[in-house]
């Protein structure tokens, strides 16, 4: 085994013959003495990461857009437009697939009518693009953050779908260009999706999984929340921020993602979050996971129904009780 890959390496260095300093190939790896295997090596232990299927870059190597870019370029033909989940990394948002979290996607992108991409880690094909729906970004081709949203919003898992709606507003795309935009869609596939969930989209989101659970509670019919809400100390000072709340209810919703909440001490502090919330401000939290929001047998829906009824009651419970004299 060579030195930079002896298990007690932190990060590949210049004894390592891959470029620390732009993306590559498989092939480039292969031509430069690094076999497949050893890369799968590299990349189970996060020496390397994967910036789309076939293309690679040391677990250090920047995660600008440009740095994006020039990988596409490594794999994608200079007469290609850059679209869906592959457009969205390029204007700095990512989409991964559920069902495949440690696996990048396939680069997705469309040459003009009669051309396809030979290349097995480029998913191509044909789509009825104007002028309007194509920038350039740092050398290529690739639908506007309104086009990209809009297919997103009518192409992908609804739950991902909302979540790629609310992450390009808060990249800047407004909302009211994006609910005229629907109107073109007309007969398109997907269209029926992309005039439910526009309406509800939100720039506040702050993740993927905090957009699917506000779906869910839109599917359980609740009144319309507030993303992000701070809760103040009695100074006025803000102390904790809910995912989803109905502050006249005192209501809200939390998603405890795997790696912020799995340790000793993360649940301790949710301990302490949950309590200091129910004792000193009187709101009720339902707080769910990746099972509760994603999988076939998500329980999101009855459990909002039934917190928001258990907030309720809440209001009506006396705050201390009188003293006896």
């Not at 495949?100 to 991409?117: C, D, K, W």
């Not at 809910?242 to 998603?255: T, V």
């Not at 707080?287 to 928001?308: H, I, N, T």
Request: glycine share 6%; hydrophobic share 40%.
């Amino acid at each position: 085994m060579t030195n930079w890959m002896l298990p007690g390496t932190v990060l590949l260095g210049h004894d390592c013959p891959l470029p620390l300093d732009q993306p590559f190939t498989l092939a480039v790896a292969n031509a430069l003495g690094v076999s497949r295997r050893t890369m799968r090596t590299l990349v189970d232990r996060g020496l390397v990461r994967r910036l789309g299927q076939g293309v690679y870059a040391v677990a250090q190597a920047p995660n600008t857009i440009e740095f994006r870019a020039a990988a596409l370029k490594l794999v994608v033909s200079p007469h290609a437009v850059i679209t869906d989940r592959t457009a969205a990394w390029l204007h700095g948002i990512d989409l991964l697939r559920r069902s495949r979290e440690s696996m990048m996607p396939p680069i997705q992108a469309f040459l003009t009518p009669g051309n396809r991409s030979s290349r097995p880690e480029v998913e191509s094909g044909e789509r009825l693009l104007s002028k309007r729906d194509v920038m350039e970004l740092h050398g290529l081709a690739v639908t506007t953050p309104l086009r990209t949203a809009c297919d997103l919003g009518r192409l992908l898992w609804r739950y991902d779908a909302l979540a790629a709606l609310d992450q390009f507003l808060r990249l800047g795309v407004g909302h009211d260009e994006l609910l005229a935009e629907i109107t073109r869609f007309k007969g398109y596939r997907g269209v029926i999706q992309l005039r439910y969930l526009a309406p509800i989209a939100d720039p506040r989101a702050e993740s993927v999984a905090e957009s699917a659970l506000r779906l869910h509670w839109y599917d359980a019919c609740l009144p319309t929340p507030e993303p992000q809400w701070w809760i103040f100390n009695d100074l006025g000072v803000g102390v904790y921020r809910l995912d989803i709340a109905l502050p006249e209810a005192r209501f809200g919703a939390e998603y405890n993602g795997e790696v912020f909440h799995s340790s000793d001490e993360d649940r301790a502090a949710d301990e302490v979050r949950l309590s200091w919330l129910d004792e000193q401000k009187s709101w009720h939290i339902e707080v769910f996971e990746k099972s509760d929001v994603y999988s076939q047998q998500a329980s999101a829906v009855p459990r909002l129904q039934q917190g928001l009824v258990i907030a309720r009651r809440k209001l009506a419970l006396p705050t201390s009780y009188p003293t006896l004299l």
